[in-house]
């Protein structure tokens, strides 16, 4: 019976919540954003934006996941759409944008190396 009840604890602790889950998504973005300039549809999937809420210290504190989309990296992606998923599962909350990226996204070549840009 103890032993159980570990295992109960065990599992309850790893429980991700929504905010877990936004920053999981946050910290995975810019990784499913690389892109490779010379491949076919570079940035073809596509995936909610992170809402943020600028903190007075200028950081960004992720809020929810847009109801918008833009495009990212399919050689690069899996990880941040198992977070998406687990995020829908827990019916965590989605934000209208107005103003949402209408242009396609881009693969665009920076200082720092390629990524999708809307």
């Known amino acids: 019976m103890a032993s159980t009840v570990a295992l109960l604890a ?3 602790s790893s429980a ?3 905010q877990d889950l ?3 998504y946050e910290t995975e973005a810019p ?3 690389v892109c490779d ?3 076919a549809n570079p940035c073809s999937v596509q995936l909610p934006l992170i809402v943020a809420l600028q903190l007075p210290d200028g950081g960004l504190m ?3 996941l847009a109801e918008c989309e833009a495009g990212f990296s399919p050689a690069h992606s899996a990880q941040l ?3 998406l998923a687990s995020y829908q599962a827990l019916n965590c909350r989605f934000e209208p944008v107005p103003g949402c990226p209408s242009a396609p996204t ?3 070549q920076g200082a720092m190396g390629a990524s999708c840009t809307p």
Do not use: R
């Open 62 to 64: 992720p809020q929810a």
């Open 10 to 12: 065990a599992a309850c």
């Open 31 to 33: 990784v499913a954003a």
């Open 22 to 24: 936004l920053n999981a």
């Open 81 to 83: 759409e198992q977070i």
């Open 37 to 39: 300039p010379t491949a």
């Open 16 to 18: 991700q919540t929504c």
């Open 106 to 108: 881009q693969c665009v």
